[in-house]
């Protein structure tokens, strides 16, 4: 099993719409990525977050250490959203540093 | 502008050829990062730095070598490239710590032949 999952895998929605992509986690971490890669290759950070709540224009993201779940939300999605999102965390304590990632969530809008 | 600058971006090499895909930062970091994207996977790590003068294994380290030259760059090495080397590699740097963020490179498409 996967240390890090995502879902949905793939989502097509309207312009508009309001977005959520989950990643869930199985190790104990120390801060959790989120990334976005476009059609093109180059990836760009988007949050770092270790506890709560972090918001960037249209973009939320929010973190349960509980329950170790993690989600990314859309506003007002646009089609320039459309873009591969990356979930990666850092594990807490000793062994190799680096980031472990997701396999990705590929997010087509539609105009 | 400042960030992780990759070279070549594109590479076609034969089985057995060797070859150096350079890495520089120019903010300062401590720590730098080789990582390979292959289709249906995440991004897993092959070989980091955790500042100049280490280095030290990752997740798929056989096949590769690397090395840090000074504490903006470091190069990764295949010394007898194999078709299962085929991939997007990319180059991170972070800061250190344990909760600082991350800057990528715009990736090397490598494929063996």
């Known amino acids: 099993k996967n240390e890090v999952e995502q879902s949905p895998q793939n989502l097509t929605a309207q312009e508009g719409e309001f977005i959520t992509i989950n990643c869930s986690y199985s190790?104990?971490?120390?801060?959790l990525h989120w990334l976005q890669q476009h059609p093109g290759g180059g990836i760009v950070s988007l949050f770092m977050?270790?506890?709560g709540k972090k918001k960037h224009g249209r973009l939320i993201a929010t973190i349960n250490i509980q329950e170790k779940h993690s989600s990314l939300h859309i506003t007002a999605s646009h089609p320039r959203d459309s873009a591969v999102y990356i979930c990666?965390?850092?594990?807490?304590?000793?062994?190799?540093?680096?980031?472990?990632f997701g396999k990705g969530t590929h997010l087509i809008i539609q105009p | 502008n400042a960030g992780v600058t990759q070279t070549p971006k594109f590479q076609v090499l034969k089985t057995g050829q060797s070859m150096t895909l350079q890495c520089a930062q120019d903010?300062?970091?401590?720590?730098m990062y080789w990582y390979r994207q292959d289709p249906g996977m995440g991004l897993r790590l092959i070989y980091y730095?955790?500042?100049?003068?280490?280095?030290d294994k990752g997740e798929v380290p056989n096949g590769y070598n690397v090395s840090r030259l000074n504490k903006r760059e470091f190069s990764l090495r295949l010394e007898s490239a194999a078709p299962s080397q085929t991939s997007v590699y990319f180059c991170?740097?972070?800061?250190?710590?344990?909760?600082?963020?991350?800057?990528f490179g715009s990736g090397t498409r490598l494929t063996v032949v």
């Open positions: 991170a740097s972070s800061v250190s710590n344990r909760e600082s963020g991350y800057t």
């Open positions: 190790v104990g971490i120390s801060a």
């Open positions: 977050l270790s506890s």
């Open positions: 990666a965390v850092r594990r807490s304590g000793g062994g190799a540093d680096g980031l472990t």
């Open positions: 903010m300062n970091h401590n720590s």
């Open positions: 730095s955790a500042s100049e003068g280490t280095t």
